[in-house]
Nanobody, 128 residues
Framework: EVQLQASGGGLVQAGESLRLSCAAS????????IGWFRQAPGQEREWVSC????????WYSDSAKGRFTISSDNPENINYLRMDSLEPEDTAIYYC?????????????????????WGQGTQVTVSS
């Protein structure tokens, strides 16, 4: 059974940074795509970023590009989302997700895409 455990959320001020972690178990981590979605109160879920663990290629939403960095430690089965220059608009519950094995990140940006596995959310709150 695949399990994803997200952590690292918190309350920060605008301009500060956070690093989210997602520990995976029971998966073929290196062969999978893993990434993050977020959902703010009253808004639809939004895809943020994804990494194809087999070769480290990354994808970012427009809102994340240039400020967020996704990476994976394949031997440790842990994924990270480093978020810099945080803005109040980044306030949301962040969910890690994993799809695969043998998938890529291209589908993740499509509306309604559902990865195979989800972790629980971690709250990120950015004050102005």
């Amino acid at each position: 059974e695949v399990q994803l455990q997200a952590s690292g959320g918190g309350l920060v001020q605008a301009g500060e940074s956070l690093r989210l972690s997602c520990a995976a178990s029971g998966s073929r981590f290196t062969d999978s795509a893993i990434g993050w979605f977020r959902q703010a109160p009253g808004q639809e879920r939004e895809w943020v970023s994804c990494i194809r663990n087999s070769d480290g290629r990354t994808w970012y939403s427009d809102s994340a590009k240039g400020r967020f960095t996704i990476s994976s430690d394949n031997p440790e089965n842990i994924n990270y989302l480093r978020m810099d220059s945080l803005e109040p608009e980044d306030t949301a519950i962040y969910y890690c997700a994993l799809d695969g094995p043998y998938t890529s990140c291209g589908p993740w940006k499509r509306p309604g895409f559902e990865p195979d596995h989800w972790g629980q959310g971690t709250q990120v709150t950015v004050s102005s």
